[in-house]
Each structure stands twice: as C-alpha cells, then as structure tokens.
C-alpha cells in the first residue's frame, strides 16, 4: 500500500511463501529517486489491538509465549484481521477470547504502521472501556499461551521504562490510549 505521493516503478513480484498469516513476496523494483533494486517483503492483513481500561483504571493485558523471541511479552489483547472481517470485529472477538472480558465503550485510536523495512502491516488500535467480565474463561486458540494480567497506568509505564518485555504495539498504544484517558 503506497504511502506517500510517489510511488516506486515495480520491475518484477515474486512470491516467495504463502502463509496462513502472512506472504513473503520478493520485488525488484525502482524507487523514486531512480535507483533500482530488490527488496524483501511480508505481506499481512493488519491486525487490529485494544487497550482494555477497568472502570478502576487497570490496563488488561495478556502475558504471551511467542517463540521468535523464545519468551513470554506482556501485550494488549490483539489479533489478525481475517478474510471478510473488519478490525473492529477482529478486537471486539480477540479481546473476549484472550482476555475473558467484552467492552461496551469502544474508541477508535487511528491505525499505524508497524514495521516498515519489510513488513506492509497496519495495526487499527482501539480503546476499550467499560469492561464486563465474561462467565466463562477465556477460548484461546489452541496455539496460544496466554495469561492475563491487570496493570495500573503508573506500573505499565515503569515496565516500559524498566525495559520489561513488553511488544512494540502495545508500547505505542498505550502511549495513545492516555490521550484519550487523560483528558
């Protein structure tokens, strides 16, 4: 997806992977100060992320395993837009099966992209607030380890600051949702 105002001369596409989540594409192309090259890229459908605030003010976060850092991170609740869905129906089935909660009060935050040197992925952020506690646990998918985990604002943000394992998306949808908190 072109970004700004000029676009880059595409030479040649080649798809390297097909994925369940995501493509790898191959592309000799010219950029638009002329020079030409080839440059390796994933193709993603977006993911769509919400930050849950409690009516007491703690952040609803999950604690995830993810192998390509052999580690758990501590991550808002997210997931990747299917086929056929929006990003707003995306979160609002992501944040009850990760977290066990359903919001009422939703804000749309915007969308940002999330690794431009080799990714075209969108994450859409949303707000999610007035938050209901479902009777039943969470439906993780059966490749998820996941643990819930309440934060207050000051004990996210000294997380983020210690250096904790905390993803990048989460970081920067925090630093959104406070906006819109802390008017």
């Known amino acids: 997806m072109a970004v700004g105002n000029e676009p880059s001369e595409i030479l040649e596409r080649k798809l390297s992977y097909k994925g369940r989540k995501f493509d790898y594409e191959v592309i000799k192309l010219r950029l638009p100060n002329g020079v030409a090259g080839e440059w390796e890229c994933i193709r993603h459908p977006g993911g769509a992320l919400a930050v849950p605030v409690t009516a007491d ?3 609803v976060l999950v604690k995830q395993y993810r192998f390509t850092v052999e580690g758990r991170l501590l991550e808002f609740p997210a997931g990747t837009v299917e086929a056929n869905e929006s ?9 009850e099966e990760e977290t066990g909660y359903r919001a009422n009060k939703w804000q749309d935050m915007g969308k940002f992209i999330l690794a431009p040197g080799y990714s075209d992925e969108y994450i859409y952020a949303f707000l999610a607030q007035d938050l209901e506690k479902l009777a039943t646990p969470p439906q993780q998918d ?7 985990v309440l934060m207050s604002e000051s004990e996210l943000e000294a997380a983020i600051l210690n250096g904790e394992p905390i993803d990048g998306k989460s970081i920067a949808s925090f630093y959104m949702a406070r906006a819109y908190l802390n008017v």
């Open 142 to 148: 059966e490749d998820e380890d996941i643990e819930v």
């Open 57 to 59: 003010g703690k952040f």
């Open 87 to 95: 990003p707003f129906e995306t979160i609002k089935r992501e944040i």
